[in-house]
């Protein structure tokens, strides 16, 4: 009830591509879906999030796309660059848990080729 | 503004020893959050404080590890008698209110090698 699944694990795309990773949930109680996004090194980065309100969320590049009766939410990156190679994780968490406790898929590594 | 402060970003520890990792959180965030990430996998939730009360601690294992937040100064996880299992990324993340869903900031974490 508390997973959230992620895939691909790995995914590489030429420069000017569309990357496209998913995620689906199953606890319908989630409802704040954040994708974060992880350089080596480093720790997660809040990239863009959305709220089951609203199917689509677009910033830049960036669009999250949300099916609520499928509870699958996917993160689509346009035209992308050599400087999105990264991890990303999608997250959820739910109304009713205290702050920002947040459960993870297991995260998609980016290759973007130049 | 400083980010979230995580000390140290690297710690080796033999097994058996304790490990104590820090974290200061951005200024005028008064709630820490604690996750871990094992190897080729993602973040995994283990303890939510306030300034001097542990709020959901349902993540931690129940045995070893403890954490606090005391009303001055940095938080701390504490890991006794490591063992090689407890090697990981150790990230903490901190937001300014505990309402729901507010976007929390994560630190750069402590990698922690247990040999």
């Known amino acids: 009830q508390q997973q959230v699944k992620q895939s691909p694990q790995s995914l590489i795309v030429q420069k000017g591509g569309i990357s496209i990773i998913n995620c689906a949930y199953e606890?319908?109680?989630?409802?704040?879906f954040p994708w974060y996004q992880q350089f080596p090194g480093k720790g997660p980065a809040l990239l863009i999030a959305?709220?089951?309100?609203?199917s689509e969320k677009k910033e830049g590049r960036f669009t999250i796309s949300f099916n609520k009766s499928a509870k699958q939410f996917s993160l689509h990156i346009m035209d992308s660059q050599p400087g999105d190679s990264a991890t990303y994780f999608c997250a959820a968490s739910k109304r009713e848990t205290s702050g920002s406790r947040l459960t993870f898929g297991e995260g998609t590594q980016l290759t973007v080729n130049p | 503004n400083a980010g979230v402060m995580q000390n140290p970003r690297h710690l080796v520890r033999r097994r058996g020893q304790e490990a104590r990792l820090r974290c200061s959180p951005m200024?005028?965030?008064?709630?820490v959050y604690w996750y871990r990430q094992l190897p080729e996998e993602g973040l995994k939730f283990m303890v939510y404080l306030q300034k001097e009360n542990i709020i959901d601690e349902s993540g931690m294992p129940k045995e070893r590890f403890s954490a606090e937040f005391p009303k001055e100064g940095p938080s701390i996880l504490r890991i006794q008698q490591v063992v090689r299992g407890d090697s990981a990324a150790y990230f903490c993340?901190?937001?300014?209110?505990?309402?729901?869903?507010?976007?929390?900031?994560f630190g750069q974490g402590t990698r922690l090698t247990v040999v």
């Open positions: 606890n319908t109680a989630f409802d704040y």
């Open positions: 200024k005028g965030h008064s709630h």
């Open positions: 993340a901190s937001s300014p209110q505990g309402g729901q869903n507010t976007e929390a900031f």
């Open positions: 959305i709220r089951p309100d609203v």
